[in-house]
């Protein structure tokens, strides 16, 4: 059974700096894709990043110059570099893995509250 694992979420101050990362099991095929997604209360969950197997990277414009996604193929797993955080990047941020054939995966969000 795939599972993914987030972890590095928490409570910063605008301006700082958070590392997101989600950790894959139950697999050893390389994803097609992977990223973040985020939920804020009251909104609806909306993409931050995704990077595909070779690299490519999209991000929204909401993070686009203060974001940086990675990923490691061998390890399966993704990385979220955030940076410059604003009070509205708060939310639940979901990892996110796509296999074109078989479907996406999902975490459980790890919870990220930037105060102003």
């Known amino acids: 059974q795939v599972r993914l694992v987030e972890s590095g979420g928490g409570l910063v101050q605008a301006g700082e700096s958070l590392r997101l990362s989600c950790t894959t099991s139950?697999?050893?095929?390389?994803?097609?894709?992977m990223g973040w997604y985020r939920q804020a209360p009251g909104k609806q969950r909306e993409l931050v990043a995704t990077?595909?197997?070779?690299?490519?990277?999209n991000y929204s414009d909401s993070v686009k110059g203060r974001s940086t996604i990675s990923r490691d193929n061998t390890q399966n797993t993704v990385f979220l570099q955030m940076n410059s955080l604003k009070p509205e990047d708060t939310g639940v941020y979901y990892c996110?893995?796509?296999?074109?054939?078989?479907?996406?995966?999902w975490g459980q969000g790890t919870q990220v509250t930037v105060s102003s």
């Open positions: 996110y893995a796509l296999y074109q054939v078989l479907g996406a995966y």
């Open positions: 139950g697999t050893t095929r390389s994803f097609n894709t």
């Open positions: 990077v595909t197997s070779g690299g490519t990277p």
